[in-house]
């Protein structure tokens, strides 16, 4: 017979304590234990064992991937869903989650595919109404409940290709102690969808809300689990939003959807950097331009920083779309390697947009908005910047040298500063100005 017992299992990693601790030994986070039952039995064979099946007589098919419709979309999951695949979507409330999920919806709906939409956070008039709102015309199938068994009947019953469950928080299974959105039960929903889509071939999407951390709320074991990891990136005050894809079995994961948030809904931005340098100040002090590369896409961004006198004992240091971390160490070999002293200044930077760069390229553009908002000087125009800066004050090389530079040409600017490059000529009208270090890349500063 098995045998009912409490255990307490960590919200971060998913490791296992038969007691409450304060620490979870596994990650080491603080206050992440949550209790929870376990069933505990024999570990019996089963009757039947399963065959193993050769590598060659796998079929794959011929339309393995699956065009939604939305070109920014399928940009991130590279091409397309994959039949079968398990997609998570998690972002902050109100970002835009439901909105797009509902246009995958609809788009793939007009072109003949079936899909259910299991609601388990608004009603069926409710989602009808926000598909009013966009002008959605496909033909949809909503299912309002939030228990396991029934989707998977529903699912099953009427051969459908695509499901879509938001959000995976309000969805649970009978079997499996706990409330929904618990630790066990996101864990416990999350692994018979997956069982659904791999074994029947149901595409499935899963939307999931983000903590104030920053994460998808849930076992980070829910990561690892999905075969897509998409994050919803942006201000709710912006109009711009990102779709990153963190982690993709079948893609890349490095890129990026950007969307534009409208009055009937969200619309890819087909030219980026033309939108996002739209309003970039002329003649201002400690703007910068970036020729950054996301996934297989240039694009050109903002960098701003602002150097005014501190009143502290402890100055400021404060930065949106950046990691802070990075920040610090522009700063230290700054005042290090070229002689600038910030130590009496408070210093914000921000990436317009509502963008976040994560790739070291971003130390050359970085540290130029800060060299020209510490003297008040701006910048030349036409001037667009890449490069990772060492600890010793030298510029290092990075990747995709020819797409930045092409990208730079294509928006009209006219010099570009880099690390040193090898193989790569600079596009007509543009001059490509190699430097060796953060003295050399303060001299860009006029006066």
């Known amino acids: 017979?098995?045998?009912?017992?409490?255990?307490?299992?960590?919200?971060?990693?998913?490791?296992?304590?038969?007691?409450?601790?304060?620490?979870?030994?596994?990650?080491?986070?603080?206050?992440?234990?949550?209790?929870?039952?376990?069933?505990?039995?024999?570990?019996?064979?089963?009757?039947?064992?399963?065959?193993?099946?050769?590598?060659?007589?796998?079929?794959?098919?011929?339309?393995?991937?699956?065009?939604?419709?939305?070109?920014?979309?399928d940009r991130v999951l590279g091409g397309g869903l994959v039949r079968g695949s398990l997609v998570l979507l998690g972002g902050e409330p109100g970002i835009g989650k439901s909105t797009l999920i509902l246009q995958v919806c609809d788009a793939l709906a007009q072109r003949g595919t079936k899909v259910i939409f299991v609601c388990g956070e608004e009603s069926p008039a409710q989602v009808k109404m926000r598909a009013e709102r966009l002008g959605c015309g496909g033909d949809i199938a909503l299912l309002p409940v939030t228990d396991l068994a029934s989707i998977e009947a529903a699912v099953l019953s009427d051969g459908y290709e695509v499901l879509v469950v938001d959000s995976i928080q309000t969805i649970s299974d009978a079997d499996v102690a706990g409330s929904p959105g618990s630790v066990s039960q996101v864990r416990e929903c999350t692994a018979r969808l997956m069982r659904l889509a791999k074994d029947r071939g149901v595409t499935t999407l899963i939307v999931g809300h983000v903590t104030k951390e920053g994460s998808i709320a849930g076992p980070r074991i829910l990561e690892h689990m999905v075969d897509t990891v998409l994050y919803f990136e942006g201000d709710r005050e912006h109009a711009f939003r990102v779709v990153r894809a963190v982690k993709n079995r079948f893609g890349s994961v490095s890129e990026v959807g950007v969307f534009e948030m409208r009055e009937e809904g969200l619309a890819g931005v087909a030219n980026p950097s033309a939108?996002?340098?739209?309003?970039?100040?002329?003649?201002?002090?400690?703007?910068?331009?970036m020729a950054s590369v996301e996934g297989s896409r240039p694009l050109l961004v903002e960098v701003q920083a602002l150097v005014s006198p501190t009143y502290l004992q402890m100055p400021r240091r404060l930065a949106t779309g950046i990691d802070v971390q990075r920040l610090l160490q522009v700063l230290a070999v700054l005042e290090r390697r070229a002689g600038l002293s910030f130590g009496q200044h408070d210093v914000y930077v921000s990436v317009a947009g509502g963008v976040?760069?994560?790739?070291?390229?971003?130390?050359?553009?970085?540290?130029?908005?800060?060299?020209?908002?510490?003297?008040?000087?701006?910048?030349?125009?036409?001037?667009?910047?890449?490069?990772?800066?060492?600890?010793?004050?030298?510029?290092?090389?990075?990747?995709?040298?020819?797409?930045?530079?092409?990208?730079?040409?294509?928006?009209?600017?006219?010099?570009?500063?880099?690390?040193?490059?090898?193989?790569?000529?600079?596009?007509?009208?543009?001059?490509?100005?190699?430097?060796?270090?953060?003295?050399?890349?303060?001299?860009?500063?006029?006066?």
């Not at 011929?62 to 939305?70: I, K």
């Not at 800060?370 to 030349?380: E, F, G, N, Q, W």
């Open 1 to 73: 017979m098995a045998k009912a017992r409490a255990v307490w299992r960590c919200s971060q990693c998913g490791h296992v304590e038969p007691k409450w601790a304060g620490r979870c030994s596994g990650c080491g986070e603080f206050g992440t234990l949550s209790e929870e039952t376990s069933t505990v039995g024999r570990n019996g064979v089963p009757a039947v064992a399963p065959r193993p099946v050769l590598l060659s007589q796998v079929e794959t098919g011929h339309d393995r991937r699956l065009a939604s419709g939305v070109g920014e979309f």
């Open 356 to 447: 976040r760069i994560t790739e070291p390229a971003v130390d050359l553009p970085l540290a130029l908005a800060l060299v020209s908002a510490r003297a008040d000087v701006p910048l030349p125009d036409g001037l667009a910047s890449f490069g990772e800066i060492g600890l010793g004050g030298e510029i290092r090389p990075v990747a995709h040298v020819g797409a930045r530079l092409s990208e730079a040409a294509a928006m009209g600017l006219s010099l570009v500063a880099s690390g040193p490059s090898t193989g790569v000529k600079a596009p007509k009208g543009v001059e490509h100005r190699v430097l060796d270090g953060v003295r050399a890349a303060a001299t860009l500063v006029k006066g």
């Open 275 to 289: 939108a996002l340098l739209a309003h970039r100040p002329h003649g201002v002090a400690g703007s910068a331009v």
